[in-house]
């Protein structure tokens, strides 16, 4: 199999899976147990803290809170941190604002908020994805509760001036909230020189396992809990995920110590992707050109429907996505395309390749070659026949 699709999940990685096994055999101890069996599960937490603290250049270790995934890290977040603000101002702070292009776990949230009667600005973003840090300054004021403009976009790559938009909301009196969950691990994350006030991360996408996260809480922000339980100093509650929380920090420490590495590696991968992409008459490139993921690319395909074309591919032992996959078999055009003005045809003829630790120039080779007749043959199918 010919794995492509890095940003949807990937693969645990022998280092990280080789740090868990002891928390899944013997030291099963629950780590708020006073005895030792359950301080040594303790400190194999508070390491991995650490390690993903040091991921992301907090300041201090215990601004890391750990989830059971991305999804929950920003719905923490954002509800978390707009009702702590809203009861903290006796409902002055009620306004919300974002961009049109978050993941489903943000864009659910700041729905139901919506009902229970916050309002919210959705910013613009321009053909390349990119919001305006203008228009935040036009929208903030004394009103608004809390800001969340996603880092990395999972589907086009884009990235975000996260570090304008922070220093904005805040000056207004506003948190600031950021999904890092496609960034983390592929660019440089300092959460101080980004100055943000949350940054939701997560487990799979960074070769640890799934049903992990964390949501990194800038110390002095208080946030409205989520589960309740006294767990991860009040912030969230239940038993830590022991041997999960261990191979995030495995995954965190091997990421870091790779970051320069593997941008090397994939800014290869890319260029050869791209170059041999375009040659197929009918596509073109999405993104931002230089403001971007180096681990993915995501094209339109002219007369092609992209569900098709993965189906094409998957038979040919290649694994690469139409949309994410959280929304796949939607056969609606994707909300980040058509926030970035993509024509609603073009946008439904989508793919993205996403490459990670253990992808090759020959996979990509494997790639190149397969598409040019799938697509060819699937442009030769009369529209409506599939
Ligand atoms: N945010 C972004 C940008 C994502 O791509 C994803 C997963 O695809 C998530 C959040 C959700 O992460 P998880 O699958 O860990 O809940």
Known sequence: MIYL???ATTPVRPEVLDAMLPFLKDGFGNPNSV???????????????????????????DEVVFTSCGSESDVLAISGGAWQAFDDTKGARRRLVSSPIEHDAVRGQLTLLKRR?????????????LVDPGSLAAVLGPQTALVSVMHANNEVGTIQPIAQLAALSRAQGALFHTDAVQSAGKVPIDVQGLGVDLLAISGHKLNAPKGVGALYVRRGVRLVQGIT????????????????????????????????????????????LIGGFLQIPGTRLNGHPEERLANCAHF???????????????????????????????????????????????????????????????DIDRLLAALRPAIEKLRRVPAGSL
Request: net charge negative; glycine share 10%.
């Open 229 to 272: 339980g006294h767990q991860e100093k009040n912030r969230r509650g239940g038993t830590e995920n022991v041997a999960s929380i261990v191979g995030f920090g495995k995954a965190c420490e091997l990421a870091a110590a790779e970051l320069d590495a593997s941008a090397r590696h994939y800014e290869t991968l890319r260029a050869k």
């Open 35 to 61: 005895y030792l069996a359950g301080q040594r599960t303790r400190k194999a937490v508070e390491d991995a803290r650490r390690q993903v603290a040091a991921l992301l250049n907090c300041k201090h270790e």
């Open 300 to 362: 339109s395909i002219s007369g092609v429907d992209g569900h098709h074309l993965v189906v094409a591919l998957d038979l040919e032992g290649i694994c690469v996505s139409a949309g994410p996959a959280c929304s796949s078999g939607s056969s609606l055009p994707s909300h980040v395309l058509t926030a970035m003005g993509v024509d609603a045809k073009l946008a439904t003829g989508s793919l993205r390749v996403s490459f990670g630790w253990s992808s090759t120039e020959a």
């Open 5 to 7: 699709d890095h940003n």
């Open 117 to 129: 009667g916050f309002e919210l600005d959705l910013l613009a973003v321009d053909r390349h994805g």
